[in-house]
């Protein structure tokens, strides 16, 4: 199996080329500007994770995935949240590192889990950033026991990946495992091979446009399918082939969220041409949608904003805003810690606020600008 890159019909790519290219470059500055930059490229991050595993075939709710990030669950966490959960780990950990880290091979090997990266961190490669912003509250030594808890996850997550890893090594002397007509585990799914072809194609499209380019290596991963139970991070590396490649500098592309935007018929077609396009067309809707969304947090930021005037330097409600503008939806334990006041208190702050409900349920209740 391999993947080989053919003559492209330019003249029937331009059009889409353009408005990726267009569409991109407006983002990109826009974010650079706008005072809800910060806000809104913590928000993509939660709607990309949602958005990739839904390309995926499996549905995982927005509001789900901020509370289990903050660790607030209102009921177990499913398998498909535990997953959307590493996929927004990952774009924290490929947002925190210099921008090429996530497509060289270093980054590759550290994302995929064949190369441990653990001490490069240091360096700014990402390996230590912290991809909670619970976790940031915790390295102030506010909850010790919560920093003890974190520690033992991060060493059961290094534990498993080094088990995955033998495992995969000793996989030769075993049958695979089959349920049904679903293979779970093929053991001459040979990755490292696969990987190895589709970093060729990312070398080979270096000198192609930033659209074109990623437009292709997301074609071959879905092609060559190096990874057998981590597909999702195809769509990373493309939205992180982007910023490595500077054309959206000022943060990690939400590519999942143009694809889901986009019809399966067209992501899935046997011409490849429509493939192509298709993949260039998500880069303008995953755009365009970002726009949209900046400039609500903007309008949503000033008519908040108004609510500061006459209030002590000491109020609360700065950090609810900037709680409610990096967030999908918040909770009133949410708004209660990061302001630290009680949840009464953080029910008046939101009822100041005047910030819509979005559950409409008694109990459970959430807020946000959707």
Do not use: C
């Amino acid at each position: 199996m391999g993947y080989t890159i053919e003559s492209l019909p330019l003249q029937t790519l331009l059009p889409a080329i353009g408005r990726a290219e267009d569409q991109l470059a407006r983002l990109d500055e826009q974010v650079r500007r706008s005072p809800v930059g910060e806000g809104f490229v913590e928000r993509r991050h939660f709607f990309d994770a949602a958005a990739s595993m839904w390309v995926g075939g499996e549905l995982v709710h927005v509001e789900d995935l901020v509370l289990h990030d903050e660790r607030m669950d209102v009921r177990a966490p499913t398998h498909e949240l535990t997953i959307a959960h590493r996929i927004l780990r990952a774009r924290r950990r490929i947002a925190g590192a210099k921008p090429g880290w996530a497509v060289s091979d270093a980054g590759i090997g550290a994302l995929t889990g064949y190369e441990e990266q653990e001490h490069e961190a240091a360096e700014g490669e990402g390996s230590a950033f912290v991809d909670t912003a619970a976790d940031l509250h915790l390295l102030e030594g506010d909850d010790p026991l919560a920093q003890e808890l974190a520690n033992v996850d991060a060493l059961l997550e290094q534990s498993q990946r080094l088990i995955d890893r033998v495992s995969d090594r000793k996989a030769g002397g075993r049958s695979a495992l089959v349920v049904g007509d679903l293979v779970v585990r093929d053991t001459d799914w040979d990755e490292v091979d696969r990987l190895t072809q589709w970093k060729r194609v990312l070398a080979d499209v270096a000198d192609l446009p930033p659209t074109v380019a990623a437009a292709l290596i997301w074609e071959a991963w879905e092609s060559l399918e190096p990874m057998q139970r981590q597909h999702w991070l195809g769509g990373q590396f493309v939205s992180a082939y982007l910023r490595a490649r500077g054309k959206v500098a000022s943060h990690l592309f939400g590519f999942n969220v143009g694809l889901k935007a986009v019809q399966r018929e067209r992501r899935r077609s046997p011409n490849r041409l429509t493939r192509i396009l298709a993949f260039l067309d998500a880069m303008s809707a995953s755009a365009e949608s970002g726009m949209k969304e900046i400039a609500r947090l903007a309008q949503a930021r000033e008519q908040m904003s108004r609510r500061l005037n006459g209030r002590r330097s000491s109020s609360s409600l700065p950090t609810t805003i900037d709680l409610v503008l990096s967030r999908p939806i918040v909770s009133a334990p949410m708004i209660a810690k990061a302001a630290r006041v009680t949840q009464r208190g953080a029910l008046n702050l939101i009822g100041e606020l005047g910030v819509r409900e979005v559950t409409g349920r008694g109990r459970y209740r959430a807020w946000g600008i959707l």
